[in-house]
């Protein structure tokens, strides 16, 4: 059976908890392989929505064993209140399982993740202030707090001395900040310790021994393609890998078990925080967008910034991932409008530029070159197939499928679970 990689193709937010959703009454793991709680899932079922932010979206299906893998920096303070709150609604949370090998966002994470924001200024990068950053700079810098950690007082006070005796300094004399205990962060650490205890395990292990027994495993990633430290619009961008490859590294599973790559895209674009966005709008159009759509960011709240279809980054997001499939989600959302501009290329010094600028200056200065296609006006959230759609929201699908570079195997037409059209299965 296969093992499928799920992942955002633009720069998050595209719609993934949705997507893993729908997948996951059919998979036995669903797999969180990087990021943290500054990542959001907005998942409907029937009346009920749900809004995840570090918990795995398969956690809502029944039957499905919810993985949070060693790539996740996990806030325990963040995750047992978010599991809190779906017991309380009747959600069994009992089958989580997480990594050993996670690393934890302790207080003085989010401290700097805080100051530092705000010490740059203007040059802010726009992150959600929750300690990410930094807890993966320390897990580079090998000073890190992981899980299995909490369960050996010595070492957990010796680690916290260890990455308190710069930090503090840092606090102190460069950010004029008060300088934080290392007792009080031990002891609040420990805290987590029994409350946690009955979901942490060998997780590569399990998905691999899984993997042997022929069990379908999804793998989840937060945040999007153009997010990638590595592949995304350095510097604006997150502190892990989203892309495929993160997955196979944040879960401790080689890269030949993995047989298909799904890349989540939305029917147009959108964005949170700062960084270039070459179809940003700011008219009527892009107010319409974030009005329609909902775009309200899950986990920060903030404003999404929105704007056309972007084929460029699309075609970006096929080649890094080595996409297999796109479900294309919010086509609803569209409906109303006479014509509907697609980025296909960009300008960039008089010249026309169909493939991302590796270089970041031209990226900053890249001008959408727009094809315009004709729109539909039909009610399309109760389309059950391809052909139920109307003939201009089935040619804009069309379009857009050629321009990615990889086939659209669904289609989401609504916000709720069963608002999906589903063209070729992913299992």
Same mark, same amino acid.
């Given at each position: 059976?296969?093992?499928?990689?799920?992942?955002?193709?633009?720069?998050?937010?595209?719609?993934?908890?949705?997507?893993?959703?729908?997948?996951?009454?059919?998979?036995?793991?669903?797999?969180?392989?990087?990021?943290?709680?500054?990542?959001?899932?907005?998942?409907?079922?029937?009346?009920?929505?749900?809004?995840?932010?570090?918990?795995?979206? !398969?956690?809502?299906?029944?039957?499905?064993?919810?993985?949070?893998?060693?790539?996740?920096?996990?806030?325990?303070?963040?995750?047992?209140?978010?599991?809190?709150?779906?017991?309380?609604?009747?959600?069994?949370?009992?089958?989580?399982?997480?990594?050993?090998?996670?690393?934890?966002?302790?207080?003085?994470?989010?401290?700097?993740?805080?100051?530092?924001?705000?010490?740059?200024?203007?040059?802010?990068?726009?992150?959600? !202030?929750?300690?990410? !950053?930094?807890?993966?700079?320390?897990?580079?810098?090998?000073?890190?707090?992981?899980?299995?950690?909490?369960?050996?007082?010595?070492?957990?006070?010796?680690?916290?001395?260890?990455?308190?005796?710069?930090?503090?300094?840092?606090?102190?004399?460069?950010?004029?900040?008060?300088?934080?205990?290392?007792?009080?962060?031990?002891?609040?650490?420990?805290?987590?310790?029994?409350?946690?205890?009955?979901?942490?395990?060998?997780?590569?292990?399990?998905?691999?021994?899984?993997?042997?027994?022929?069990?379908?495993?999804?793998?989840?990633?937060?945040?999007?393609?153009?997010?990638?430290?590595?592949?995304?619009?350095?510097?604006?961008?997150?502190?892990?890998?989203?892309?495929?490859?993160?997955?196979?590294? !944040?879960?401790?599973?080689?890269?030949?078990?993995?047989?298909?790559?799904?890349?989540?895209?939305?029917?147009?674009?959108?964005?949170?925080?700062?960084?270039?966005?070459?179809?940003?709008?700011?008219?009527?159009?892009?107010?319409?967008?974030?009005?329609?759509?909902?775009?309200?960011?899950?986990?920060?709240?903030?404003?999404?910034?929105?704007?056309?279809?972007?084929?460029?980054?699309?075609?970006?997001?096929?080649?890094?991932?080595?996409?297999?499939?796109?479900?294309?989600?919010?086509?609803?959302?569209?409906?109303?409008?006479?014509?509907?501009?697609?980025?296909?290329?960009?300008?960039?010094?008089?010249?026309?530029?169909?493939?991302?600028?590796?270089?970041?200056?031209?990226?900053?200065?890249?001008?959408?070159?727009?094809?315009?296609?004709?729109?539909?006006?039909?009610?399309?959230?109760?389309?059950?197939?391809?052909?139920?759609?109307?003939?201009?929201?089935?040619?804009?699908?069309?379009?857009?499928?050629?321009?990615?570079?990889?086939?659209?195997?669904?289609?989401?037409?609504?916000?709720?679970?069963?608002?999906?059209?589903?063209?070729?299965?992913?299992?």
């Amino acid at each position: 059976m296969p093992a499928l990689v799920l992942l955002g193709a633009q720069w998050g937010d595209e719609g993934k908890g949705k997507a893993t959703d729908l997948l996951g009454g059919s998979v036995d793991y669903v797999v969180r392989y990087q990021g943290g709680n500054n990542a959001g899932h907005t998942v409907v079922v029937g009346d009920q929505k749900y809004a995840l932010h570090l918990l795995p979206s !398969g956690i809502l299906s029944p039957g499905c064993t919810p993985v949070i893998g060693n790539g996740v920096v996990v806030d325990p303070s963040v995750l047992l209140s978010e599991l809190s709150g779906l017991n309380e609604r009747g959600v069994d949370t009992s089958k989580l399982l997480i990594s050993g090998n996670a690393h934890i966002i302790t207080p003085y994470n989010v401290t700097v993740d805080k100051v530092t924001e705000r010490f740059l200024g203007k040059r802010k990068i726009g992150t959600t !202030g929750r300690g990410i !950053g930094p807890t993966y700079a320390d897990k580079i810098n090998r000073v890190g707090i992981r899980v299995q950690d909490l369960y050996d007082e010595s070492i957990l006070t010796q680690k916290v001395e260890a990455a308190l005796d710069a930090k503090n300094q840092l606090l102190t004399k460069l950010y004029n900040r008060r300088a934080i205990a290392v007792d009080q962060v031990v002891e609040e650490l420990l805290g987590y310790a029994e409350k946690l205890a009955p979901y942490v395990t060998d997780t590569v292990l399990v998905l691999n021994q899984a993997l042997e027994q022929n069990k379908v495993v999804l793998f989840e990633g937060g945040q999007g393609t153009l997010l990638d430290i590595d592949h995304g619009t350095y510097p604006f961008v997150t502190s892990s890998n989203p892309t495929a490859g993160g997955a196979c590294t !944040g879960a401790g599973v080689g890269p030949t078990k993995i047989s298909r790559v799904i890349g989540i895209l939305k029917a147009y674009t959108t964005r949170v925080g700062s960084g270039p966005f070459p179809t940003e709008l700011f008219d009527e159009d892009g107010a319409a967008l974030r009005r329609i759509g909902g775009e309200r960011g899950v986990t920060t709240g903030r404003d999404r910034r929105c704007g056309w279809f972007d084929a460029v980054i699309a075609r970006y997001a096929t080649r890094v991932n080595g996409l297999t499939d796109f479900f294309l989600t919010k086509l609803d959302v569209l409906t109303g409008w006479e014509e509907i501009p697609v980025c296909v290329a960009y300008e960039i010094d008089g010249k026309r530029v169909e493939e991302l600028p590796y270089s970041q200056s031209d990226f900053h200065h890249a001008k959408p070159v727009y094809e315009t296609l004709p729109g539909w006006s039909e009610d399309i959230t109760k389309a059950k197939s391809f052909s139920d759609l109307p003939k201009n929201a089935q040619a804009y699908v069309k379009a857009l499928e050629e321009m990615s570079g990889a086939p659209i195997s669904a289609i989401g037409v609504g916000p709720g679970r069963d608002e999906t059209i589903e063209i070729n299965s992913f299992l």
